[in-house]
């Protein structure tokens, strides 16, 4: 039996809630409610998480793409790969975008 297979499946909503502990140092906002995290997908080998950064060349862009695989690969129990989309980020995006005072 592969290891893969001894692991409890884990919802989209249960890796999302586990990305809210990936902060973003300049903004002290976790990924999700700034709506950098686009999508998550479970049925992909490995999982696939898209996303955001907030400008083009956020310098902790590296770092924040690897707290988010990590946390996406400890919260899946599986080896997880993160894509970064060229989609521009905006407020709008943010679960509440008056967090940061633009509305």
Not at 29 to 54: C, F, N, Q
Request: glycine letters at 4%.
């Amino acid at each position: 039996m592969s290891e893969e297979m001894n692991v409890a499946p884990v919802t989209e909503e249960e890796v999302r809630e586990a990305l809210r502990g990936v902060l973003d140092p300049e903004l002290h906002l976790d990924v999700v409610a700034l709506g950098l995290i686009r999508s998550i997908e479970l049925d992909s080998t490995p999982v696939l998480v898209r996303m955001l950064l907030t400008t083009p060349f956020c310098p902790y862009g590296p770092w924040l793409v690897q707290q988010v695989k990590e946390t996406a690969e400890k919260a899946s129990g599986r080896e997880a790969r993160v894509e970064v989309l060229p989609e521009q980020w905006n407020p709008e995006m943010m679960e509440d975008p008056t967090l940061l005072g633009f509305f």
